[in-house]
């Protein structure tokens, strides 16, 4: 009986989030006639958005956005067909990316800071707007939505109310999650291919909000982002302050356009224009990034995860388990089963038992169609 149960969820749920699953209008491993993506390039990108508009992002169908001289871009929900999404007009090709925001409030709203590829590889920062005490991580290779295991929560400071900067840091060597400078969560790349591939190909930046507490929404979705959204509280108000980016662009010391040479999606094969000419290089990738950033603290580790030591951070020897300022690190080279990442859950540790099999299927596919549905709309 339970089995039947749990297959009928798992196909339910699928069905459901596939539909309106991550989109792109030209994919580089089903197609060769797929446009060049313009490159951001050597030049460190930042953006302040409390200066206002930035011609760096372009806004989605709909998008109306604010901007307060000290909040930043604000990006509203007062009916749950609003979704303010903006997304950059350059790619990077490996990277670091810093965003200081505040998410918005009510449950049914998230918030997401998304990298996303034209091939569907997807590095995710996530908010619940009913959860003030946690931040969701999420990852994706092209586009596999035939398992729900890579998405993890870290606890933070009343991300509602206060602003804190989230940070992705990408090689190809390794992938880091960052909050306020300490790492959270490390993906190695370790070579394995299907949906726990490592997101490798150029990619796009989008940030927005929208409604998962819809009317018409599945029940597994609305149920994992806290109920139906209640519009009479609203609006909704989600806060990004400001960014900084740099893209590492493949190792080469220049890039304008990023190529796509087969089908693979294989970071390998994908040229650089406007370098000088070579591969991609992973040393000099690697150097690039470690010269680039700042010293980031080293995180204490989950009782339940075995720690790594990120090898593109400098570890810093009074993050201990004494302070607690400090998020836990979850780290995915480690598998324990049903994958490291699933020993944290929205609502703690895993339940035991056919019943928590039920509630985390139901949950990580629920928590997929939340950086999806920015992907789903056309930027």
Known sequence: MFSKLLKATTVALAASLASAQTFTDCDPTKRTDCPNRK???????????????????????????????????????????????????????????????RAARGAGVVTSFVLQSDDLDEIDWEWLGGDNAQVQHNYFSKGCVETYDRGGFSPVADPINQFHTYTIKWTPEQLDWIIDGAVVRTLKNTGIEGCSGYPQSPMQIKLGTWVAGRKDAPQGTIDWAGGLTDFKNGPFDGYYQSLRIQDYMGGQNEATEYHYTDKSGKWESIKVVGGDGAAPKPSSTTSKAVSSTATTKSATTLSTVTQSVSSTASSDSEATSTDSSVTPTITDDIVSPGGANAAVTSNGPIPTGAAGVVAVNMGNMAAMGAAAFLGYLAL
């Open 39 to 101: 490159a951001i390039g050597s030049k460190v990108v930042n953006i302040d958005f409390r200066k206002g508009k930035s011609d760096f992002f372009k806004e989605a169908v709909g998008t109306t956005l604010k901007y307060d001289s000290s909040l930043g871009a604000v990006f509203s929900i007062a009916n749950e067909n609003q979704a303010p999404t903006i997304g950059s007009n350059a790619y990077l090709f490996f990277g670091q990316v810093d965003v200081t925001v």
